[in-house]
């Protein structure tokens, strides 16, 4: 009996100490056309931190530095065939997303190395494309989130910045 409460007691203690992520995982999909579009990330928040920025200002993701779009390990994209995005050919398979955001034009990295912890081990050299966007302000996003519509427009809102792309 006494085996039996204390097995029970661990077992409530370890509920108790299971919490939601900081950043929890999150996938955003869709068909567009014949082409199925999976994006697997995760949802980082605001939390009263300055988001996009400068690095004098200690943005949490400074302008001119690849980001890993999301948190934990690289967002990752796939296309079950090959696409253009942004009028640009892509190779259908698994990208590592990453990002380069800036005041006024964000560079969208497709990444070979689709495995990857943020973006610390990244290398350009890697790339299988880039494309340019632009950023506009929106209503304020506490948690990052990337949403894909059928019409192939795949937006990336966090803060209050909104940059989108697209895929055909």
């Avoid at 082409?35 to 990330?41: A, E, L, P």
């Avoid at 253009?84 to 969208?108: C, D, F, H, M, R």
């Avoid at 990295?109 to 890697?126: L, R």
């Amino acid at each position: 009996m006494k085996k039996l409460l204390i097995l029970l007691s661990c077992i409530l203690s370890f509920g108790a100490l299971a919490q939601t992520p900081a950043s929890p995982p999150a996938v955003a999909s869709q068909k567009v056309g014949k082409t199925q579009v999976m994006i697997k990330y995760a949802k980082p928040s605001v939390k009263g931190r300055l988001v996009f920025g400068t690095k004098e200002q200690k943005a949490l993701v400074p302008y001119g530095e690849v980001w890993r779009t999301g948190a934990n390990e690289a967002t990752t994209i796939e296309f079950s065939n090959d696409v253009l995005v942004q009028g640009k050919p892509l190779a259908k398979g698994v990208y590592s997303l990453l990002t380069i955001p800036g005041p006024t034009e964000w560079t969208i990295i497709f990444n070979k190395v689709s495995k990857m912890w943020g973006a610390y081990t990244y290398k350009a050299e890697e790339d299988a494309l880039r494309v340019t966007a632009k950023p506009s302000e929106h209503a304020k996003t506490e948690q990052f989130t990337i949403g894909i519509s059928e019409t192939g427009q795949v937006t990336l809102d966090w803060d209050k910045t909104s940059v989108s792309f697209y895929v055909k």
